[in-house]
């Protein structure tokens, strides 16, 4: 068996977008198979771990759930720096949080300095489709669709955190999207080899189907 | 922070007369510099338009609170021993309690002496944590003949401060009509005439001083309270669910954040306020004494305030970078675990790459009220309002001993492990936590 394949790679994850869009519930869906309709507000940042094999690399994904209030932006830096992907996630039933995405993108971009801008891995999570069945519903998916095309094709997802709907699938793209970030190793994990001979070179748009 | 106990603005007679000394931390708090309010405490002056005049004659009544009952079972039960070192912490409580009562009863109540006591913990005997916190807090005098009039007047105050800032814009322009017209034209009892509205108080008015412009931006806000004042406890009956207690218990918290966030313009309402709110108010809406219970909202408005003025500069994003904003803080945390343990200080931010900034920010900036169960932190708080050092001291000495606790846990363990555990801290000991904390203060004990 080749050696590299075992090697444990390490992702980190970021997660932002506004309060209350379901940014903690999404991950506590992934992680912990739970959900609950009153999560604490997020202050600072919270941290949680999944390991998970992607195409036989084992990866652990490091997820950061950061808070949405816009007072804790400054604070990001210590957050984002080393991050291997971000996810932005907005609520579909309410156009503000989707108008922020655009601030939340150039505030990730300030602080946390990808070397790459441009090829850096973003992904949208639309979330709470379930409410009202649909019916209080402000932003299209075509229009969300716009927005993700407008920014180098970023991968988007539908989800509900609620009914476990499409939660996975959007996990597992965020996973490769984070495998394809040719980052530099991390000063925080030394201790984990980071020799992978092969790493998965997709485009960001591949994981969608 | 020690001697600032008590400021001013606290003591001075009422908050309606002018203010006279100039305060440059108005500058620091409010975003625009010509912003309206004209006064050096923000927390004192409403930047609203002028009260209607049947507003500003809140009637002020005075309440005799039934606390003086207290008196009698204090002084009958102790026989001044000098500490609960007997036996057991049943006895020592129970000890403590007893002490407590005493100096409570007295008529001019010795700060020093209440801090001393209160400081190894508080006893949930009725109504005895509500009045020491308020005692601790200078949201009550320690003379306890000014009461009486004290309460009253607060009350009313907050009464006042309701009225005029959780209306909505409509209700302003009609209650000032309404004034006006009475002014003017007493007389007029024909057909109502259509009321004439200015373009600073049409609604879609885009003038920077429409009070409907100010109105929006201030929903955008209440529905940020209204998100988070729900999720507060959702595991505690007080404060979640549908039952009629929950649903009061949440409107009052709302009303304060909303007239806190008013009243402080460049603070406003940061997420967290809430956590920092719910204490108090707990332990204020739990006095057996029902005057003090119906009036736990004012109580715990003045009480948040003044809590807050030790640290509200960790809640200003401008002042994050500052020697006094939150990251300062995180520092002076970090500087302390290495005087005191300097192993584990190198282990967590040199070997491990733990960032302090990952687990003690929420530790700090709420008080620990997240770490541990409710009741646990309520005692945390006892210690944290009565330490002579000041709140906000006691809170990183305390901060220092949680690390050092699981010293053995945080030394064998990577970052992962790390920031697991520190971001869920296990259950403690905090009796003895709190004894760590004391014997980390550079002077000796108290």
């Known amino acids: ?209 | 922070m020690v001697k600032k106990r008590v400021p001013d603005w606290l003591n001075s007679s009422l908050w309606s007369s002018a203010p006279s000394v100039d305060d440059d931390r108005l500058h620091r708090y409010t975003s625009e510099p010509a912003a309206t309010t004209s006064s050096p405490e923000p927390v004192v002056q409403p930047p609203v338009p002028v009260p209607p005049p049947s507003a500003t004659t809140a009637v002020v009544r005075t309440e005799s609170p039934k606390s003086d009952t207290r008196d009698s079972r204090g002084n009958n039960n102790v026989t001044n021993d000098d500490n609960g070192t007997s036996s057991g912490p049943s006895a020592e409580d129970v000890s403590r309690q007893a002490q407590l009562l005493v100096e409570l009863s007295k008529k001019i109540i010795n700060l020093r002496e209440l801090r001393k006591i209160a400081s190894q913990g508080i006893p949930d005997g009725p109504g005895i944590r509500s009045t020491v916190w308020k005692l601790l807090l200078g949201y009550l005098p320690p003379d306890r003949g000014l009461w009486t009039s004290e309460l009253a007047k607060k009350r009313s105050q907050y009464k006042h401060f309701k009225d005029e800032l959780l209306m909505n814009p409509s209700e302003i322009s009609r209650r000032s009509e309404k004034a006006k017209s009475y002014e003017h034209d007493e007389t007029n009892k024909g057909p109502l005439s259509r009321s004439e509205i200015s373009q600073e108080e049409h609604p879609l008015s885009l003038g920077k001083t429409s009070i409907w412009n100010q109105y929006f931006q201030d929903s955008e806000i209440i529905e940020q309270i209204d998100r988070d004042v729900k999720r507060t406890h959702p595991d505690m009956h007080f404060f979640s669910g549908d039952s009629s207690l929950a649903k009061s218990n949440q409107e009052a918290l709302r009303n304060i954040l909303i007239v806190f966030a008013k009243l402080n313009p460049g603070i406003r309402y940061v997420q967290g306020m809430n956590e920092i709110l719910a204490p108090l108010f707990y332990v204020f809406r739990s006095d057996p004494d029902e005057d003090n219970a119906a009036s736990a909202e004012a109580d715990t408005f003045f009480c948040f305030v003044e809590l807050l003025s030790g640290f509200r500069d960790h809640f200003c994003q401008q002042l994050d970078n500052s020697v006094v904003g939150i990251r300062a803080t995180i520092t002076k945390l970090s500087q302390l675990l290495k005087e005191h343990d300097e192993e584990l200080w190198r282990h967590l931010e040199i070997t491990t790459k733990v960032n302090p900034q990952f687990y003690a920010f929420r530790w700090i900036t709420l008080l620990l009220t997240q770490e541990f169960n409710f009741a646990d932190s309520l005692h945390i708080w006892d210690t944290i309002l009565s330490d002579p050092e000041g709140p906000l001291e006691t809170l990183l000495r305390i901060c220092c001993s949680m690390l050092i606790l699981i010293r053995r846990r945080l030394l064998a363990g990577d970052f992962t492990a790390n920031l697991k555990l520190l971001q869920h801290y296990p259950p403690a000991n905090i009796s003895h936590l709190l004894y760590v904390a004391n014997k980390l203060r550079k002077q000796p004990s108290i």
């Open chain 1, 1 to 209: 068996m080749d050696v590299s394949a075992t090697k444990r790679r390490l992702l980190k994850v970021i997660f932002l977008g506004d309060s209350g869009v379901g940014k903690t519930s999404l991950m506590n869906r992934y992680v912990y198979k739970k959900f609950n309709l009153q999560y604490k507000a997020t202050i600072g940042a919270d941290f949680m771990t999944k390991e998970l094999r992607i195409d036989d690399q084992l990866v652990t994904l490091q997820v950061w759930d950061t808070a949405g209030q816009e007072r804790f932006q400054s604070l990001g830096a210590a957050f984002y720096r080393g991050a291997d992907c971000c996810v932005f996630v907005y609520d579909v039933n309410v156009t503000k949080s989707f108008e922020s995405l655009s601030s939340w993108h150039e505030e990730f971009l300030k602080q946390a300095e990808p070397a790459d801008p441009k090829a850096f891995p973003f992904l949208l999570l639309g979330n709470k489709i379930d409410v009202d069945d649909g019916h209080s519903r402000a932003v299209s998916e075509k229009r969300a669709r716009q927005w993700c095309d407008s920014r180098g094709s970023m991968p988007y997802f539908e989800t509900s955190a609620k009914q476990d709907y499409n939660v996975n699938e959007a996990f597992i793209c965020i996973a490769k999207a984070a495998l394809t970030n040719e980052e530099e190793q991390e000063p925080y994990f030394e201790s984990i080899s980071e020799s992978v001979s092969e790493v998965e070179t997709r485009g960001g748009g591949g994981c969608a189907c």
